[in-house]
């Protein structure tokens, strides 16, 4: 075997052994985000990220899984990547260098909704009416123990919380996301936001051109 034989034969492996669906097994990185395009779930979720916390991988694996617009994050710009298991490669990912000032530009494009359980006046998850939204949720998860900033939770349009059952007084981003993002994703699929066209709900209200696009990767 020459050595163009080879780098074929491990191209060839490196995309069957990926953790994708058996449809993807074959297919390039760009097949599979031009392929995920025609299904996306007019969803957004941003997390926190000051402090470097872990849980980031494990949201952009969800919002893979549930097929999310976009993911948006704060603070440090370098991730681990390692509970990505690979999905960084076809979600859309967003580091927002300029903090809060980036976030009040998003306001024209999504309703900001928190996930926390500390705060006052917030909606159960499961009573919350999601088809009362007139723009695509943007939804906001703070980092491992101290979860959203008072300068995020006060952009809130609505502030939602998971009901517990339990002694624990929190679940992690992780596992919160999981629980969100499906709940969400179900409850949208027949809702005013799905039915808009990709056209009405991204009009260029928002100016992404100011907003670095860049995902810097351990």
């Given at each position: 075997?020459?050595?163009?034989?080879?780098v074929?034969?491990?191209?060839?492996?490196?995309?069957?052994?990926?953790n994708?669906?058996?449809?993807?097994?074959?297919?390039?990185?760009?097949?599979?985000?031009?392929?995920?395009?025609?299904?996306?779930?007019?969803?957004?979720?941003?997390?926190?990220?000051?402090k470097?916390d872990?849980?980031?991988?494990?949201?952009?694996r969800?919002?893979?899984?549930?097929?999310?617009?976009?993911?948006?994050?704060?603070?440090?710009?370098r991730?681990?990547?390692?509970?990505?298991?690979?999905?960084?490669?076809?979600?859309?990912?967003?580091?927002?260098?300029?903090?809060?000032?980036?976030?009040?530009?998003?306001?024209?494009?999504?309703?900001?909704?928190?996930?926390?359980n500390?705060?006052?006046?917030?909606?159960?998850?499961?009573?919350?009416?999601?088809?009362?939204?007139?723009?695509?949720?943007?939804?906001?998860?703070?980092?491992?123990?101290?979860?959203?900033?008072?300068?995020?939770?006060?952009?809130?349009?609505?502030?939602?919380?998971?009901?517990?059952?339990?002694?624990?007084?929190?679940?992690?981003?992780?596992?919160?996301?999981?629980?969100?993002?499906?709940?969400?994703?179900?409850?949208?699929?027949?809702?005013?936001?799905?039915?808009?066209?990709?056209?009405?709900?991204?009009?260029?209200?928002?100016?992404?051109?100011?907003?670095?696009?860049?995902?810097?990767?351990?």
């Open positions: 075997m020459n050595e163009m034989e080879t074929i034969k491990e191209e060839r492996w490196s995309l069957w052994t990926r994708v669906v058996d449809k993807y097994k074959s297919m390039t990185d760009d097949m599979i985000k031009k392929d995920l395009k025609k299904t996306v779930n007019p969803i957004a979720v941003c997390m926190e990220h000051w470097g872990f849980n980031i991988s494990t949201l952009i969800n919002a893979n899984a549930f097929n999310i617009e976009k993911v948006y994050y704060l603070g440090k710009k991730i681990d990547r390692r509970g990505c298991v690979g999905t960084h490669h076809y979600t859309d990912i967003q580091h927002l260098s300029n903090g809060v000032c980036d976030l009040e530009d998003l306001k024209n494009k999504y309703t900001f909704i928190a996930i926390d500390n705060v006052s006046k917030t909606h159960k998850l499961r009573q919350f009416d999601w088809n009362k939204l007139e723009k695509p949720p943007l939804v906001f998860f703070g980092e491992e123990g101290c979860g959203l900033t008072e300068e995020v939770l006060n952009l809130a349009d609505y502030r939602i919380e998971i009901e517990q059952y339990g002694s624990v007084r929190s679940l992690n981003v992780g596992t919160a996301s999981g629980i969100v993002l499906f709940e969400c994703v179900q409850h949208l699929k027949n809702s005013k936001v799905a039915r808009m066209s990709q056209t009405e709900l991204y009009d260029g209200t928002c100016n992404e051109q100011n907003v670095p696009s860049q995902l810097t990767l351990l």
